[in-house]
């Protein structure tokens, strides 16, 4: 008996143990919330700002009208009153305040001051209200699919906003009410406020200015080459910084069309970081880049830099037949340097290249470029791209690759090879986010450049840099020739595949440029999809570029190279 009356001890005991100590703050809260309501205090949402403090995502004050029915005196009456002040159904209002079996019953979302102010003045019981603010954007349509928007609660979904939404969003705080069993505030009980917590603001590496003259110039091109989609992006080859981000067609943030879906996932997609596609002549500049770093090093494989390449206008490759897009003067191909192949764009001289260098040398460089891996951008939905296991690759394909075909890469990273190309081989992580930081003005956290990996070395990224200039003063660049700035590029047009075929007719318009060539500071990449009419990317897109750049300097006040090659 002793011992069976030690055991029941000890159960009761370990209960009491369980009880006090372990099921405490469970239970503590299950009582708060019996004997108390709860009216949320919504955090106020950080803003987003470019590089020069210029607001691009801030807040407008809105409120959430609440009721609890078990503490409404006279339900019909308040219905009334409410009906009136808020515009809402009679009959629907009605329903709710006698619905006793919730405690928190949301009235209305997001509405105006002066309508809480007028619903105070009828001091109604059981109703109350907080601050719930509303999202807005002063550029409306600016760099929409970067920032992204929020969702109906306020938290972020796409883009920017939703990238970072745990350092935008805050922490809500909120209002505790003491009541009785039912709900009913208890009399000369008082409130206990917990304060909300802001969220933090962004201050980003766009720079509006860069950004509204970008969206300007694709705006163009996009009508009067009743093309597909245009796109642009502006980066700072020394960081990898994004200056400017644009995909055409847009739409206003303060006017999300969330009732289409579909059409709400096209235009808030970033194609930019989250699209493939075949990237055309573009892509010769790493060919280029990779085979004069080889020569540097004495890679017997490489072709020398005064190797003359055959006036062929065509290779047969594993039976196939790769040809030149056209006759380069007078109707005749003839011999090239290595300069010349890129300012005529000539395939067969990369195709050259591709198949000297050998699979393994050439996929050494494809992965210290950056190909068929992310890029590290803050921003979520980043593609790899699509590039062929180098145990599959045929050489066949790799004479496509040479040239641009075979490889389908994300705009982002095309133009972060090309940089890394030029800037004297340096491949940085971009970035979106420069810093984070309270409204009161503490830094909490700063976004550094980061180096992943070496590409070439400054001696050939030199080299690169001044055929890259011949090309817009002499090649298929001149459109983006500026007197007195030291521009550089490369163009492409791609043709585009649909079901595993060419799309007859259906092309991809792009440029990849840079200015000052002997010191990158602003890289951009057009890319003008399915252009009508005229569709080379020397055309349709190296204008662009070049009215891009002309925007920069005037924006910049930036002045003429002492010298221009």
Request: charged share 20%.
């Amino acid at each position: 008996m002793i011992l069976a009356i030690a055991f029941l001890f000890c159960l009761f005991l370990g209960r009491f143990f369980y009880i006090q100590v372990i099921w405490k703050e469970k239970l503590h809260s299950l009582a708060l919330d019996q004997w108390t309501r709860e009216i949320p205090i919504h955090a106020g949402r950080g803003k987003i700002y470019d590089v020069r403090g210029e607001l691009l995502a801030g807040n407008t004050a809105a409120y959430t009208v609440y009721a609890r029915a078990n503490a409404v005196e006279d339900a019909e009456s308040s219905a009334r009153t409410l009906s009136a002040a808020l515009g809402l159904s009679y009959e629907d209002l009605l329903e709710k305040l006698t619905d006793k079996s919730k405690s928190e019953i949301v009235l209305l979302r997001k509405t105006g001051k002066e309508t809480v102010e007028a619903l105070a003045q009828q001091n109604v019981k059981g109703v109350y209200y907080s601050r719930d603010d509303i999202r807005v954007y002063p550029y409306g349509s600016l760099a929409c699919q970067l920032l992204g928007f929020t969702s109906f609660d306020g938290s972020g979904t796409t883009g920017v906003e939703g990238y970072y939404n745990s350092f935008l969003a805050g922490k809500d705080g909120e209002i505790l009410y003491e009541t009785d069993l039912v709900g009913v505030d208890l009399e000369g009980a008082t409130a206990a406020y917990l304060a909300a917590e802001e969220g933090m603001s962004l201050r980003l590496t766009v720079d509006r200015r860069i950004q509204s003259l970008a969206e300007e110039v694709m705006g163009k091109v996009l009508v009067s080459s009743q093309a597909k989609a245009a796109r642009a992006i502006v980066l700072d080859p020394t960081d990898f910084s994004v200056l400017a981000m644009v995909n055409l067609p847009s739409y206003d943030l303060n006017d999300i069309p969330r009732n289409d879906l579909s059409a709400l996932n096209a235009l808030s997609r970033n194609s930019l970081v989250s699209d493939i596609y075949e990237p055309g002549s573009t892509f010769k500049i790493v060919t280029a880049a990779s085979n004069i770093e080889e020569g540097l090093r004495g890679n017997p494989s490489a072709l020398p830099l005064n190797h003359v390449y055959s006036s062929s206008r065509t290779r047969s490759v594993d039976g196939t037949t790769i040809r030149c897009w056209s006759d380069h003067k007078n109707g005749k191909h003839s011999n090239q340097t290595l300069a010349e192949a890129l300012n005529n764009s000539c395939n067969p001289c990369f195709v050259d290249i591709a198949l000297a260098l050998g699979k393994e040398t050439f996929y050494e460089y494809l992965e210290a470029f950056g190909f068929g891996r992310a890029t590290g951008i803050d921003f979520s939905g980043e593609s790899i791209g699509m590039l062929l296991p180098e145990s599959i690759v045929r050489d066949c394909d790799l004479a496509r690759i040479g040239f641009g075909q075979t490889i389908a890469v994300t705009p982002l990273q095309l133009a972060c090879a090309a940089a890394a190309a030029v800037n004297g081989g340096y491949c940085y992580a971009p970035r979106l986010v420069a810093e984070i930081f309270s409204e009161d003005g503490s830094v909490s956290q700063t976004t550094e450049k980061k180096l992943l990996r070496r590409t070439v070395s400054e001696e050939a990224s030199r080299i690169l840099s001044n055929m890259l200039e011949g090309v817009v003063r002499d090649g298929s660049g001149k459109k983006a020739y500026i007197e007195g700035y030291r521009v550089a590029g490369k163009t492409g047009t791609a043709q585009k595949y649909e079901n595993g075929r060419i799309a007859q007719g259906k092309y991809v318009s792009s440029f990849v440029g840079y200015f000052p060539a002997d010191a990158p500071k602003y890289l951009t990449l057009v890319i003008v999809d399915e252009p009508q009419g005229s569709y080379y990317g020397s055309t349709v897109a190296a204008p662009c570029a070049g009215e891009i750049f002309r925007g920069i300097i005037d924006i910049m006040d930036l002045q003429p190279s002492e010298e221009v090659t």
